[in-house]
């Protein structure tokens, strides 16, 4: 009988003990820490209102699939949520164009390829689990371009830098698991020619915009 109740005596304040560490653990920050996960949603990319393009209508826009994965990094400060975030996202949006014109589309026949993106954003908390978020920064895209002057069809990878803002909405599904959905506006005002030798031509002024609707799922460690 002493060995049963010393035994349940022990149990008790192992509980005991173990109560607030996982009560802690249970309620941590759902905005806290750093994450990764992944995104799928709408491209799309079409000529900026100062290009110059005789594509007329929905033929401008080389939409398609989005596809990727982000980390990032958050830290809680009472209401507001601040981070840092880069992306690595790909994209099936193309458009077939005949590439006669050089001026079509501002390039010619377009599929769009990688896309990098590294930026900050900042959140505020509309609920215990649910938070509002605006981003912005840096991004470099790759395309797969091809012109003509009526005579001869060249193809080559262009890279453009720009910027990019966004906004969306975030909300954690456990401590640990999170699901959100955003939109994302990109401009790139600079392109530079990629040779097959690895050489690039100096940059030159370009207008395009970029359209994006995205929904993502993830974990924070």
Do not use: C, W
Not at 17 to 39: E, K, L
């Amino acid at each position: 009988m002493r060995i049963v109740i010393s035994s349940l005596l022990l149990g008790s304040a192992a509980i005991a003990f173990a109560a607030p560490a996982m009560a802690q653990d249970t309620d941590r920050a759902p905005f806290t820490g750093p994450r990764a996960g992944v995104i799928l949603g709408y491209d799309g990319t079409r000529p900026g209102s100062t290009a110059d393009s005789d594509i007329a209508g929905d033929n401008q826009t080389a939409s398609g699939l989005l596809y990727g994965g982000d980390v990032g990094y958050d830290v809680g400060v009472g209401r507001f949520v601040i981070g840092a975030e880069a992306e690595l996202t790909g994209s099936t949006a193309k458009v077939n164009n005949s590439p006669i014109d050089p001026n079509n589309f501002g390039y010619g026949r377009v599929k769009a390829g990688r896309d990098l993106y590294a930026g900050a954003r900042l959140g505020m908390l509309v609920g215990p689990k649910t938070m509002l978020y605006a981003k912005g920064g840096y991004t470099n895209a790759r395309f797969d371009l091809t012109a003509s002057d009526g005579t001869t069809e060249t193809g080559r990878h262009y890279n453009l830098d720009g910027y990019r803002v966004g906004a969306g909405i975030e909300h954690a599904l456990t401590p640990n698991s999170y699901a959100k959905i955003e939109y994302r506006y990109s401009n790139y005002g600079n392109a530079r020619l990629e040779y097959p030798n690895g050489t690039n031509t100096n940059n030159f002024s370009v207008d395009t915009d970029r359209h994006q609707v995205a929904v993502g799922f993830g974990f924070r460690f």
